[in-house]
């Protein structure tokens, strides 16, 4: 129980710390700013390692971090080849191809009113099927590689790009757009220098959004064929043989993959968006 106190007495001490940086003079700075989560990051795992070894947790339950940290040292050969397989081929050339697909349709769209019309639908139902049903199928359908998966990510990010997208489109208001055709713009002109500007907000937050679910759909997909690798595969076989922490080692990278993703995606928003109300400080 000791080491059960020790854990106590971290959280106390680091919810003071953190709070005092929080509230201080410098909360608004930029090193403050990234101390915070840190600390209180830290002092999970530091936490989650008293708790498990005070309390003598078995691994097949729950893995220390440092046995986790150990595994991630001494199987990264075999995690790169996962991250390679599920994020590089199936996770990033699905939201690649989706998102494309999701933007030129949209396009479509708003200049064909009847194919919104029929097509927004579409998405929230498609939105609303369960990929443990769609996943099989396209399995099925595109063989056990990683062009399986990325069919599965395309069917994931299509229709949330699509409906943000179409939504920005839309984002402009009459007068804009009558004062873009008093200065004699053509449609593709008003498009381009008026419209998708202003959509932009609304693209990357679709874009944003699709990040995590093309990292959840090529994951899962891995679990219904997959080749002997992928971070899916992997995280199946290994619960199957109670190696917990080549599960959480897996489950590391997949965070630190969809983390990294959704960090360029915000940070290239933030150089292309810069005009928008939510960046000014």
Known sequence: ??????????????????????NGPAADSAMVRLAVPLVFGATLLAMWELIVRGLGVPMVILPAPSVIAATFADRIGTLWEDFVQTFVKGALSGYAIGCVAAFA???LADRVDFLRRGLLPVGNFMAALPIVGTAPILVMWFGFDW??????????????????TVAGLAETGAMQRDLMRTYGASYLQTLLKLRIPAAMPFVF??????????????????????????????????????????????????????????????AVEKRVTFWHPSHRT
């Open 105 to 107: 349709v949209a396009i």
């Open 147 to 164: 062009q399986s998966k990325a069919a599965v990510v395309v069917v994931m990010v299509f229709f949330p790009m699509l409906v943000n």
């Open 205 to 266: 937050n679709g874009l944003k959004i699709s990040t995590t679910l093309a990292l959840i759909g090529a994951i899962v997909a891995e679990f219904f064929g997959s080749p002997i690798r992928g971070v899916g595969f992997r995280i199946s076989t290994s619960v199957g043989q109670l190696a917990l922490d080549m599960v959480w080692a897996e489950i590391a990278v997949a965070a630190l993959a969809g983390t990294l993703f959704y960090g360029a995606i915000a």
């Open 1 to 22: 129980m000791l080491l059960v106190s020790l854990a106590l007495i971290l959280w106390a001490g680091a919810w003071y710390a953190n709070a005092r940086l929080a």
